[in-house]
């Protein structure tokens, strides 16, 4: 069974400036994929970026962009020129790459605050 | 191009009643899955649909039932409500060779 682990409950950032939110997991898989997801006040769970495990890149969307060390199952967001509508809880989420669609198993989430 | 939607977005039940939430997933998407997400918790994957057949299951009991009809949509059942069943029920859509996991805006449920 895979585990994610995010051990920081809160985080706060001054608007414009980077912040990273940490997320670990532990799984004997060899390939798979690993998210953030950021969830706002409305709850909707939205896809904020995505790492395929056989890819020793980096993915990058726009101001996000992970630190993905696969020996060391870790897989940090980093959060450039934060913004005010960057607050919200952020999720790290793993998912099985057999094939077929598989489940996503979450971190128990980051609390994000942005700072004026 | 419609995202996911899902209905009711708000209902409280009593306990020992049944409920139904309801899912339209994605355009394009033939694979349905529900989660469940506790105040303050990371969400858990309840069980996933696909060609109208549950292909999935997580840690919940029988009382937890769903069903996915010819047109990808789903249902979520739940009997019995328990007080600890109050959580948001999110239903995620994707295709099921696919890798990208869109979600809903979920359904409050509130057990009294």
């Known amino acids: 069974a895979q585990t994610v682990t995010q051990s920081q409950p809160e985080m706060s950032v001054q608007e414009a400036e980077t912040v990273t939110l940490s997320c670990t997991y532990d799984?004997?898989?060899?390939?798979?994929?690993l998210f953030w997801y950021k969830q706002p006040p409305s709850r909707q769970m939205i896809l904020v970026i995505r790492q395929e495990a056989y890819k020793q890149q980096n993915a990058t969307e726009n101001r996000f962009s992970v630190n993905f060390q696969k020996a060391a199952k870790s897989f940090s967001l980093k959060i450039s020129d934060s913004q005010l509508g960057d607050t919200a809880m952020y999720f790290c989420?793993?998912?099985?790459?057999?094939?077929?669609?598989?489940?996503?198993?979450f971190g128990k989430g980051i609390t994000l605050s942005v700072r004026p | 191009d419609a995202g996911v939607t899902q209905s009711p977005t708000h209902l409280i039940k009593t306990r020992g009643q049944q409920v139904t939430l309801r899912c339209s997933p994605k355009s394009g998407h033939d694979t349905v899955s529900w989660y469940q997400q506790a105040l303050g918790q990371g969400p858990q994957f309840i069980f996933q649909?696909?060609?109208?057949?549950?292909?999935q299951r997580g840690n919940f009991p029988d009382r937890f039932s769903g069903h996915q009809f010819p047109n990808y949509s789903s249902e979520l059942n739940v009997n019995a409500l328990l007080l600890g069943d109050s959580a948001l029920y999110l239903c995620?859509?994707?295709?099921?060779?696919?890798?990208?996991?869109?979600f809903g805006e979920g359904s409050w449920l509130t057990v009294v």
């Open positions: 649909y696909y060609e109208e057949e549950e292909r």
């Open positions: 989420a793993f998912m099985k790459h057999n094939g077929a669609n598989s489940k996503l198993t």
């Open positions: 995620a859509s994707s295709l099921f060779t696919g890798n990208t996991i869109y």
């Open positions: 799984t004997s898989e060899n390939n798979y994929y």
